[in-house]
Antibody
Framework: QVQLQQWGAGLLKPSETLSLTCAVY????????WSWIRQPPGKGLEWIGE???????NYNPSLKSRVTISVDTSKKQFFVKLSSVTAADTAVYFC?????????????????WGQGTLVTVSS | DIQMTQSPSSLSASVRDRVNITCRAS??????LNWYQQKPGNAPKPLIY???SLHSGVPSRFSGSGSGTDFTLTISSLQPEDFATYYC?????????FGQGTKVEIK
């Protein structure tokens, strides 16, 4: 059974850097893209970006200038850093596995999710 | 970015009701549309992928349809555990975008 467990600092001051880790237990690490998604309190879901085991990344253009996603394949962990945070970055941050369903590269969805980490930005 | 618009934003329904939630994409996305269910305090759970394929373990009362720009999630007979918020998400292109959510409440 695949499990994603995430952790990181939950309270930041404006201009600091958000840093979260997601560890993958069970299942294969290679062959998937690993994603970060966030959800402001009471609002919808926003995709932040993704990385595969070899370090190939895709980012949301709205955050690209401030976000870095990296991976440590040996530990089956991936990470997100978001710089220069403001109150608008307050959200629950989720890590998730992007699973493909078949050979069609467009058919994929987020099948396993971490428990979520509430990150609050406040002075 | 492809904008995903769900309707309604919320609805009230009774147990055993048939419920339809629609999702419209701002441009064609073929059948590359997924649906998730989220309950308060929890991560979303996958329900449907590729517009109409059921994720493993999801009850058969959930179904999806549509292609191009218009999609529908149907719950054939609403159960107490189905009261939640539902999101659509397109996998056609990056950035992966979600609808704003539809909250299904008890009437």
């Amino acid at each position: 059974q695949v499990q994603l467990q995430q952790w990181g600092a939950g309270l930041l001051k404006p201009s600091e850097t958000l840093s979260l880790t997601c560890a993958v237990y069970g299942g294969s690490f290679s062959g998937y893209y690993w994603s970060w998604i966030r959800q402001p309190p009471g609002k919808g879901l926003e995709w932040i970006g993704e990385i595969n085991h070899s370090g190939s990344t895709n980012y949301n253009p709205s955050l690209k200038s401030r976000v870095t996603i990296s991976v440590d394949t040996s530990k089956k962990q991936f990470f997100v850093k978001l710089s220069s945070v403001t109150a608008a970055d307050t959200a629950v941050y989720f890590c998730a596995r992007r699973a493909s369903a078949g050979v069609n590269k467009f058919i994929f969805y987020f099948d396993y999710w971490g428990q979520g980490t509430l990150v609050t930005v406040s002075s | 970015d492809i904008q995903m618009t769900q309707s309604p934003s919320s609805l009230s329904a009774s147990v055993r009701d048939r419920v339809n939630i629609t999702c419209r994409a701002s441009q064609t996305i073929s059948s590359y549309l997924n649906w998730y269910q989220q309950k308060p305090g929890n991560a979303p759970k996958p329900l449907i992928y590729a517009a109409s394929s059921l994720h493993s373990g999801v009850p058969s009362r959930f179904s999806g349809s549509g292609s191009g720009t218009d999609f529908t999630l149907t719950i054939s007979s609403l159960q107490p555990e189905d009261f939640a918020t539902y999101y659509c998400q397109q996998s056609y292109t990056a950035p992966r975008t979600f609808g704003q959510g539809t909250k299904v409440e008890i009437k």
